[in-house]
């Protein structure tokens, strides 16, 4: 952009160049042109400006019914989508979340048998149900058995049992 000094320069020139008889003749067809191209410019902005909202016009009328199908299909799925979640909730295995055990049954065995439990529907009225025996032997489970120590606790050095 031009500032003030450049401008000064600029005429200067200008009125050495045409002289001051020409000069003031220049400057009105220079402001002419400039209100011509202000003119055109103004008319073409307009002329996209109304291109636009017409096309702005068919897009939403060709979205219009689609938008309609997509909530539709949303309200329908909906049921769907809730037995989905019921379903998976229902059959997710649980998961322990307490700490594990120093002794006895390990998480995963606890887990495994509260697991047949609810899959022979059982329990709820306090019944004791066979869970029947665990899936493995005491020195899968351990990997500790059978070393020094036998698989007791760390720091229980007593005698072992017969």
Known sequence: MLQGPEILVILLVALVVFGPERLPELARKLGRWTSELREAAREVRAGLQAEVEAVQEVADEVTAP??????????????????KEALDSATKPH??????PQSGPTPEDAMRDLSRIEASGGGEDGTVLD????????????????????????????????
Not at 66 to 83: G, I, N, Q, Y
Not at 95 to 100: D, E, L
Not at 135 to 155: C, F, I
Request: net charge negative.
């Open 131 to 162: 869970v029947g025996a665990p899936e493995e032997s005491l020195e899968d489970a351990d990997p500790g058995a059978g070393e020094a120590g036998q698989g007791r606790p760390a720091g229980d050095d007593g005698p072992v049992p017969a």
């Open 95 to 100: 998961r322990w979340v307490g700490p594990k």
């Open 66 to 83: 689609v938008k309609e199908a997509t909530e539709a299909l949303s309200e329908a799925a909906a049921p769907v989508r809730e037995a």
